[in-house]
């Protein structure tokens, strides 16, 4: 039995190469320097596999920002204004990553997308008319020997030409079919290339096929490998594919003279059924069985009877992660505050490897019994504080009724309308108030106890009192609290949720330099005790206008956790939209009138085929959220607010959350979403952002009220809020205030209008 890892977390155990790469940013660190620490990160990956027996072992998966960038620039499909800028290689992949300005220009990122259903963010490579795919660059081939030259064989991934052409961003009129040719001549001298060194294995990974395509979609990909692997000579190749299943291209892909075939057993729900129609027996299969995006260990029973299925149908087996490890942490090891009995159930890269070889092992005759017997006890017994009777009781005697706010919307309008008297465009904000330095500190040294409680909330009331003052002076009309108790917007909530637990250093890279730390749910979820109340009661008692209670909704507390696998994310989100409920009631009956109920990341595991989008997800999604609210009473006023404005395609089940009003980053979108809008008949409330948050440039009166203008063009003027795009927790005090005081002049000014 062999192993196979599909890739590697690159930011290093404790985020070295995050740190040393910011301070390279502000030119504290040589590019040496951070060479230097790249190739000792990379060293260690490959030796530690090696240790673990892994006989496919991953080189080109280190990145110093993105392996989509990586990939791009490899295939000179560098944009111009980058190109031009002198500044060495290195520095212009940043400048395409996170924009440049300076001595050598002034040039903005490319954009950045989330990769496929992940939280991992790739860079949106651009290709215009008069670009040229071709093979420019040498990463690959140097990464490869290094590794050879520590006497590693690794076998080099790259992101294969099917995923580039599919992702490229195409500014002017040529797209993906005429690059093909360039493509091809492009990938083939990267194989030639790796022939030549004497590579055994290399692998494309085409995470694109797991998505719906169509016919013209194949022949694409068919014409780039009939080619491509055309000169692959004694090289064998290996065709990768993760996230899903390969439904649609499955026959395409077997036509092929691929050497091995990775498939998703994990997330490819077809991925078995499709290899029991037949796999051809001169072929490897990479079965994806170690999960590559979840921290849970590996049920080796179930893991073992999968591989010997697939043996008995005479199928060559390589067993491998399920994608890329890249979306877990790097190790257990640094964590010493979760107890030997909770982290035992938890497996995260590193100990991902020591899976593989367990199961390499096992499957080889080769393991003592007692690797099997301790897993299999592991799974027999129940976790320490996971279950909640009362959570499960609750849980199941929901019923129909509990899903459905009464009266209906339009009903409630009119009721809101009565009760809150609000102006034409009336205004507000999104939550958070700028995070100063002052705000972090208290934070941490109440956590550290080196303030009392009664300091640590004396603080903050000082903050609300502060910024509901500056609010009331500005003229906002509906006000916020400003989240300066909140760390994260989901870990504040699961902190205060019986059922999650909180590591130390598990951090996952969502982009870039930036990582995120995600809670684990553990167990059943309930709400302990009131977890916003005091915030927001205090701060409607210093004011007249209506204060916004403020939580994160039930979707994106689950999307930004790693969840449970031993129930359904549906079930577990049940749990957690119940104890928001609970929340939410406790706010209305506390005097809060208007409640806002963060959606951030409802899209974050949309599934990325769109068959599978109601019944696999939105069905339980969007109703999760109406449980949340669906207990208020008509002249209470709920708001959500979603990141992004990509739900043009699922307007109608934004629509179904029923909240009465929605906010949504539109200001970089060019508004697009708001035909669709008009076109789905959409009758909630709208905040589309009116400036961007992402950036310290304050606008101008003039440019919101133009924004304005063209949102009024779609939408009814009585439905249209004004405020930003999102939090404006990054922001700097002077910028905040200068941007909101023209925000609402703006708002003023067009109510003289209308
Ligand atoms: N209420 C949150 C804030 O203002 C929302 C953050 C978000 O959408 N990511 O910070
Ligand atoms: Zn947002």
Known sequence: MQTSVIGFPRVGELRELKFATEKFFKGLVSEQELEALAKDIRKKQWLKMQEKEVDFIPSNDFSFYDNFLDAAVLFNIIPERYRELSLSPLEKYFAMARGYKGPAGDVKALAMKKWFNTNYHYMVAEISDKDEISLVGDKPFKEYEEAKALGVETKPVVIGPFTLLKLLRYTEKKTEKDFLQQAVSAYKAYVEKFVSLGAKWLAFDEAYLVRDLDKEDLALFIALYQEILSVKGETKVLLQTYFGDVRDAFESILALPFDGIGLDFLEGKETKNLVAKGFPKDKLLFAGLVNGKNIWRNHYEKTIEQVKDLEAKGISVVL?????????????????????????????????????????????????????????????SVRPNSEDKAVKERCAAITDADYTRLPAFSEREKIQKEEFKLPLFPTTTIGSFPQSADVRQNRNAFKKGEKTKEEYVAFNREKIAEWVKIQEDLDLDVLVHGEFERNDMVEYFGELLSGFLFTEKAWVQSYGTRCVKPPIIWGDVRRLSAMTVEWSTYAQSLTKRPMKGMLTGPVTILNWSFPREDISIAESTKQIALAIRDEVLDLEKNGIKIIQVDEAALREKLPLRKSDWYSEYLDWAIPAFRLVHSGCQANTQIHTHMCYSEFTDIIPAIDNMDADVISFEASRSDLQILDSLRENHFRTEVGPGVYDIHSPRVPSVEEIKEALEKMLKKIEKEKLWVNPDCGLKTRGREETLASLKNLVQAAKELRNEY
């Open 320 to 380: 491998g992660t399920s994608c890329s490890l890249l979306h877990v942490p790097y190790t257990l090891e640094g964590e010493n505050k979760l107890s030997a009995e909770v982290k035992r159930h938890f497996s995260f890269a590193v100990e991902k490897l020591s899976e593989l070889l367990d199961l390499k092992k096992v499957l080889s005759g080769k393991a003592e019994s007692s690797v099997l017997e301790e897993n299999k006890a592991l799974f027999a």
